[in-house]
Nanobody, 123 residues
Framework: QVQLVESGGGLVQAGGSLRLSCAAS????????MGWYRQAPGKEREFVAA????????RYVDYVKGRFTISRDNAKNTVYLQMNSLKHEETAVYYC????????????????WGQGTQVTVSS
């Protein structure tokens, strides 16, 4: 079983950047599809980005394309989310997720979740 721990959240001004990290325990990390979700206050959790086990296939929600980049380092059991040009409305708790299928990651039912890290974008 993989366990996920996010880090890298914080306060940033609109237009700024942050890089989130998700460290995974377990020797099978490299076989999992990984993803990021976020949940803003009063809203449902939403899919942001996903990456396959080798890192050569990614998926993004439309409104982060060109600004966010998901990547992974299987040697470090870590997945990253580089976020540029952040907007105030992207203030949310960001969650790391893991699944054995890309469909489950993108579809909202990954099965494995981290505890979340707060990202606050000031306007």
């Amino acid at each position: 079983q993989v366990q996920l721990v996010e880090s890298g959240g914080g306060l940033v001004q609109a237009g700024g950047s942050l890089r989130l990290s998700c460290a995974a325990s377990g020797r099978t990390f490299s076989t999992y599809f990984m993803g990021w979700y976020r949940q803003a206050p009063g809203k449902e959790r939403e899919f942001v980005a996903a990456i396959n086990w080798s890192g050569d296939t990614t998926r993004y929600v439309d409104y982060v394309k060109g600004r966010f980049t998901i990547s992974r380092d299987n040697a470090k059991n870590t997945v990253y989310l580089q976020m540029n040009s952040l907007k105030h409305e992207e203030t949310a708790v960001y969650y790391c997720a893991a699944s054995t299928t890309l469909q489950a990651i993108v579809g909202g039912s990954p099965g494995l979740w981290g505890q979340g890290t707060q990202v606050t974008v000031s306007s």
